[in-house]
């Protein structure tokens, strides 16, 4: 790409930094980095920086990543994926900079999802990092090379990053099947809760069939590392609809299963790899 900067000293100080990269390549910024060409695409920087001291910072960085087209051959070896649908994304990140902190607000843009950060604070004297988040999936199906399984509907998740002290924790909610999705990660623990849920659009949205419903309360402790967990779960006021399983059921019995109202059913689950026992 092109390069071009100017600067100021003053009292061995640097003062107005202005500088600005267009047309450069991500593969090539990536390799000038050592690490694998996950992706190529064109990088554009411009900074206007009045200060540089670090307890007086002051300046705005904006930088934009377009045309990103992600070699799924290397994501795939280097992170066990199995990706096979093309993904390409867009990138703009406006940061500006304050007494120990760069403050930052994004926007990624893909055939995946959209990501939008409106406030997230490095702060260089502490070495920490955090931010909000709100990731939007308009169609599930768009996730089943990282999934493994189809899925409909949409999605729209938010909450907060921190990275502290060698620690990270990740949080989120989400409207989600009639009811609510509230989880944390704390490092490697994962722990999720799903609140009063339908589970008639539960199976709708997993393509199974939808024989039965009911409300539902479910929660999942689950190691990352380990892949294994305990998942937990109660429904409440079931019944089965009319189909061709519960006509056969009325012809043989003369028992009619949809007329059943099942108050309480309780679920215990051992989570190994992707095994539910």
């Known amino acids: 790409g092109e390069v071009s900067y100017s600067l100021k000293v003053k009292d061995t100080n640097l003062q107005n930094i202005n500088f600005k990269i267009e047309n450069a390549k991500l593969e090539?910024?990536?390799?000038?980095?050592?690490?694998?060409?996950?992706?190529?695409?064109?990088?554009?920087?411009?900074?206007?920086?009045?200060?540089?001291?670090?307890?007086?910072?002051?300046?705005?960085?904006?930088?934009?990543?377009?045309?990103?087209?992600?070699?799924?051959?290397?994501?795939?070896?280097?992170?066990?994926?199995?990706?096979?649908?093309?993904?390409?994304?867009?990138?703009?990140?406006?940061?500006?900079?304050?007494?120990?902190?760069?403050?930052?607000?994004?926007?990624?843009?893909?055939?995946?999802?959209?990501?939008?950060?409106?406030?997230?604070?490095?702060?260089?004297?502490?070495?920490?990092?955090?931010?909000?988040?709100?990731?939007?999936?308009?169609?599930?199906?768009?996730?089943?090379?990282?999934?493994?399984?189809?899925?409909?509907?949409?999605?729209?998740?938010?909450?907060?990053?921190?990275?502290?002290?060698?620690?990270?924790?990740?949080?989120?909610?989400?409207?989600?099947?009639?009811g609510d999705l509230n989880f944390n990660l704390q490092d490697n623990d994962f722990n999720a809760a799903l609140n009063n849920i339908s589970i008639k659009e539960l199976t709708h949205m997993l393509y199974q069939p939808e024989i039965f419903n009911s409300k539902g309360n479910f929660k999942v402790d689950y190691n990352l590392l380990s892949k294994k967990g305990i998942l937990t779960g109660k429904l409440v006021n079931g019944h089965f609809f009319a189909n061709n399983f519960s006509n056969l059921i009325t012809q043989l019995s003369k028992f009619d299963l949809t007329r059943e109202v099942y108050e309480n059913e309780n679920i215990s689950s051992e989570v190994n790899q992707r095994v539910l026992t």
């Open 28 to 178: 090539k910024l990536f390799h000038m980095l050592n690490e694998p060409v996950y992706a190529t695409g064109k990088l554009g920087i411009q900074g206007d920086i009045q200060n540089a001291k670090l307890d007086k910072l002051d300046g705005l960085i904006i930088t934009k990543i377009t045309k990103v087209k992600v070699i799924e051959e290397v994501v795939n070896a280097v992170f066990k994926q199995e990706i096979k649908n093309k993904i390409n994304a867009d990138l703009q990140i406006d940061t500006t900079l304050a007494s120990h902190q760069a403050i930052s607000k994004a926007f990624l843009k893909s055939n995946i999802a959209d990501l939008i950060i409106e406030k997230a604070i490095f702060d260089f004297k502490e070495a920490s990092f955090n931010s909000d988040y709100l990731l939007k999936i308009s169609s599930l199906d768009n996730l089943k090379d990282f999934t493994k399984t189809k899925l409909r509907g949409s999605l729209d998740l938010k909450g907060k990053i921190e990275n502290k002290n060698n620690s990270l924790l990740v949080n989120g909610n989400s409207a989600l099947l009639g």
